[in-house]
Each structure stands twice: as C-alpha cells, then as structure tokens.
C-alpha cells in the first residue's frame, strides 16, 4: 500500500510547486487512506437488471470482528492498518459501505443434485468489483449479509461455525495452490442464527475473480432473451477470457477455455484429496476457482468413494466422482452456448460434444501426469503409469492414508507408520526406488519434485471439527489460529516428517458434512 502512496506522491510531486498545491496534496492522502484503497468499478451493474436485484445488506446489531486476512488485503491493496476495530466490525457486517460499492444480489439457476432449479444469491451480497493496484478485477461480497429477493424460504443469514469454516479451507486451498475464491475477514454480528440448534451468526467477506457460475448461463438461457444471453456471453469474454474476443467461434472457445480450466481444478482437488462435496452446477465458477464451500472436506484414507456430506445419499459428489461431474456440468454449460456455436443446431450439438467427449480422456492424461509427479517421476511411460495404478490399489486395498503415503514413499526412514512393515509396499517401493534410479538425479532430485507436490499438512477434518467447535461454541480461537498457522506452509519440513498427521481411529466412519448451514 505505502508503494501506491509513494508512486502518487512522485508523480504528483513532480507536478507541484505551490504550497496550495501541496495542501490538496495531503488532503488527497488523507482521503485515499479513509477510502482504505478500495477502487470500485462495477462492470456487473451494466448489464440488463434482469442479472441482479439492487439492495443494501440488512444492517446487523452488534457487529463485532473475528478475523482479517492482511495477506488477502496487501494483494488487493487495501490498507485496514488505522482502521480500528469498531470500524473493521462495521465495513466487514455492511454497516458501513465503502465509497464507491453498489450492491447487488445476482441471478442464477443452477443444476443441483441433477436437478433444474432457480436458485441466485440467497444469502450474498456482491459490494461491488474492486481493481487492484495490479489492475486485477475481484468481486468483493459478503456471504450471510440477509434476505435477498432470491432468499426462497431461508433467513439470509449463515452460522459463525460454517464461515470460519469457509475461511479456514479457502486460506488451506491458496497455500496448497489450488485456484480459490478467498476469504478476506468473517465478522460477528451479534444475532443468533437459528437452525438445528441456535448458533451465533456471522457475515464472510469473499473474494474472488467474479461470481459467474454455469448456473448464471443456464439461467439466462432458460429466462432471458437470446440477445441478453448474447450481451452476458460478450461480457463474460471480455472480463475472464478477453484473448477470445477475436476467435472466430467465441461460444465454442470459450467452452473450451472454461473445460480446461475446470480440468486443471479438478486435478489439484485429486491431488490433493479435496472434496467439494456440493459440485452443483451453480457452484462451477466459469473463471476456475474454487467457489461456495459447504460440506467440503479432506479425504484421509484412500478410498475413491469417499464422501462425507449428510446430503449426498448416493454419493454423486464423492472424490473420485469429481472428474465425471465436471464433465457433466460442462456439459449444461455446452448446452446454454449452442445457439451462439453454430446456426445450425445439429453441427453445434457435434462440435459441442466433441469438447465434451474429449474431456475424459483429456483428464486421463493429465491425472497420470500429475500423479507421476506426486510420485517423482520425470516422464510418463508405461512403467511409470504401471506404478501408479498398482499403488493406487494397494492404497485403496490396505486403507492407506492418502497424504502420508506419498511422504511415506519419499522417506521410509524419516517416517513411522506400518507401511514398512507390509511385504506389498516393500516390493512396489523397490520397483519404484529402482525407476527412479534409472532417471536423471536419481532419488535426490524425485525427492524435491515431490516436496512441491505433496503436502505434508492438510485440514484433517478431526483437526478442522475441533478447532471450529472451540471457536463457535467457547469462543476459543486457540486452535483455529494454530491450524490455519500449519495451513500456511503446508509443503515443509518434509525431510523430517516424523510427526505425520495421524487421523483418530473411527473418526471419519462418523464424520459428516453440512451445507448451508
Ligand atoms: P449453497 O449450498 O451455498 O450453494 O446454496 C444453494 C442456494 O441456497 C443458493 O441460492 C443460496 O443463496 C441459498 N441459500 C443457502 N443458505 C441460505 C440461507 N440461509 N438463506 C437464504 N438462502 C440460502
Ligand atoms: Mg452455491
């Protein structure tokens, strides 16, 4: 922040003589440091109102703040240094609104558990978009800031426990680096929240490239006007892809942008065993980021099935679903953008599906590439997709941790655990040890491709559960703060791992997610 006063200050410097003119100066100064560097631009409100309702958050009692991300809010250039926390308290509940922020509740329809529905922010409230002094585009929104006209029969309202929670994954999400929306301060606002039990409420404020989801497509295509569908479609180019603007087939290359950069997601998710829990296609982000943590979780042990949300019965969204579930919603996406593919609905269908199609074997490719690198490898042959299918079943097979047995792999001797002691890992870890001698740098080098590759913490969920339940019900922050502390530099130490994460016997058997709550 001080290097954009010191900018300002060099160039308006250069300018003035005057001592008039270095009073306005200070004067200048002084109101960009009440403004806190926010810099509204809000391209969202341009389009036809039929995409948002127009109204403020609903002010709270008794706000108070709990956190404040200062790493989020140095790269977006906003200075909260002076600010104290009453103040804090006020902006983060929309007490207070910044100059400049002109909120709106979107639109969107969505698919969820494979079923259309209309849905739009319920509970949210986008402030506005805010350029940063690096010229990037983020919307600024607050999550749990009351009823909107798209409220339905819920109270607009969200739980402490649940934004805590959303902080603590998105911030795990950024420093394993993998695309996310962030979370930039969760504050108290001092009105209970009434659900299962009653629990106290709290406002998040989010932050990510925009809120357009594949459920903002499918609702305009099934509600508005083909010319408006047209207009959204334009201004979805020119504010996320805007090197498509001159190909020739937008629609198409956009579809194709948007797969890929959904396939990169979803493999980082896979990498990581990152769960969404509620992939619906109203919480697919068109820009690639991780967007709208409910019931999310880490998987701890190896199993494809894994799925901890209470909602997900038959388990449509569990870990190893994801990949299918991405191609799925891409394909409600396709469906929404045929009409501006081809004129001819039979030759847009094909071309469509084509993107579609290839996106399996697409994900094959690069799911053997990444889980080669997780494992050391500086190429992917046969031999080494060999290897990985065998430790992927051995893994499923002896309920393998999935994180500690990729450091278990990169240090048998630095790591405890039973996996030394099972005759089927020894004998794949010598085939393994024996295909990376073969390779340049031998283990040494595979060793440091791995250490960027796999964490040595994740938020276990027990971890997650005990830290949340202190901080919500006990007001207790002790945990919370170690945990996201850990979170922040997930990638260390891993020549010492000694003190692997271990997961409570028959904790996960239990465990259960929740959404919306
Ligand atoms: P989510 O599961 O967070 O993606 O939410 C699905 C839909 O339900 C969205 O339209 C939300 O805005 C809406 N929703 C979730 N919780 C609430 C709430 N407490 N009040 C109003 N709408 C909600
Ligand atoms: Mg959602």
Not at 189 to 210: I, M, N
Not at 418 to 436: C, S, Y
């Amino acid at each position: 922040m001080f290097q954009i006063f010191q900018k300002r200050l060099h160039f308006k410097t250069f300018n003035l003589s005057s001592l008039q003119a270095t009073i306005q100066y200070l004067q200048q100064i002084d109101i960009m440091k009440n403004n806190k560097g926010w810099n509204f631009d809000n391209t969202y409100k341009k389009l036809p109102q039929d995409f948002y309702s127009i109204l403020d958050p609903m002010p709270v009692e008794k706000p108070e703040i709990i956190l404040f991300n200062s790493r989020l809010a140095d790269e977006l250039g906003l200075d909260f240094s002076e600010t104290d926390q009453a103040d804090l308290a006020a902006i983060f509940t929309g007490n207070q609104l910044p100059d400049g922020a002109e909120p709106i509740s979107q639109a969107y329809a969505g698919h969820q558990f494979g079923h259309f529905t209309m849905l739009g922010d319920g509970r949210a409230i986008v402030l506005g978009e805010h350029l940063s002094p690096h010229g990037k585009r983020y919307d600024i929104q607050f999550k749990g800031s009351g009823r909107t006209p798209y409220s339905r029969s819920g109270d607009g309202r969200a739980t402490l426990y649940s934004m805590l929670r959303e902080y603590l994954i998105s911030e795990a999400l950024h420093h394993l680096g993998i695309p996310t929306s962030g979370s930039l301060a969760v504050a108290e606002t001092g009105q209970p929240v009434y659900r299962e039990s009653v629990h106290p409420g709290a406002v998040l404020t989010r932050v990510a490239s925009s809120h357009i989801r594949i459920g903002t497509f499918e609702y305009a295509s099934r509600f508005l006007s083909r010319e408006k569908l047209s207009n959204f479609l334009d201004y979805v180019v020119s504010r996320h892809y805007p090197d498509l603007e001159e190909s020739e087939n937008r629609a198409l290359s956009l579809l194709k942008c948007v797969a890929e950069k959904q396939l990169n997601l979803v493999l980082e998710w896979m990498r990581t065993g990152f769960i969404h829990g509620v992939l619906n296609t109203d919480n697919m982000s068109i820009s690639g980021e991780s967007i709208d943590f409910g019931p999310c979780s880490f998987m701890n042990t190896f199993d494809p099935s894994t799925a901890f949300s209470s909602v997900d019965i038959n388990k449509r969204y569990a870990f190893s679903n994801q990949p299918g579930i991405v191609q799925w919603n891409l394909a409600i996406f396709a469906g929404t953008l045929l009409p501006f593919i081809d004129d001819d609905e039979e030759e847009a269908r094909k071309a469509a599906q084509e993107v579609i199609r290839e996106f399996e074997p697409r994900f094959k490719d690069e799911w053997y590439r990444m889980m080669g690198k997780k494992l050391g490898f500086s190429k992917s042959g046969s031999q080494q997709k060999y290897l990985t299918d065998q430790l992927i079943s051995w893994m499923e097979k002896s309920k393998a941790d999935y994180t500690n047995t990729f450091l278990v792999i990169a240090n048998p001797d630095e790591t405890p655990g039973h996996f030394k002691a099972n005759q089927e890992f020894r004998n794949w870890h010598d085939e393994w040890r024996a295909t990376i001698e073969k390779q340049q740098g031998g283990i040494s080098e595979a060793r440091r491709r791995m250490a960027r590759l796999n964490p040595l913490f994740i938020p276990r969920n027990h971890l997650v559960e005990e830290a949340l339940t202190a901080a919500s019900n006990d007001g207790d922050y002790t945990k919370f703060h170690s945990l996201l502390e850990k979170m922040k530099n997930p990638y260390q130490d891993q020549w010492v791992a000694k003190d692997l994460q271990l997961v409570p016997t028959g904790f996960d058997e239990q465990y259960k997610t929740f959404c919306g709550t």
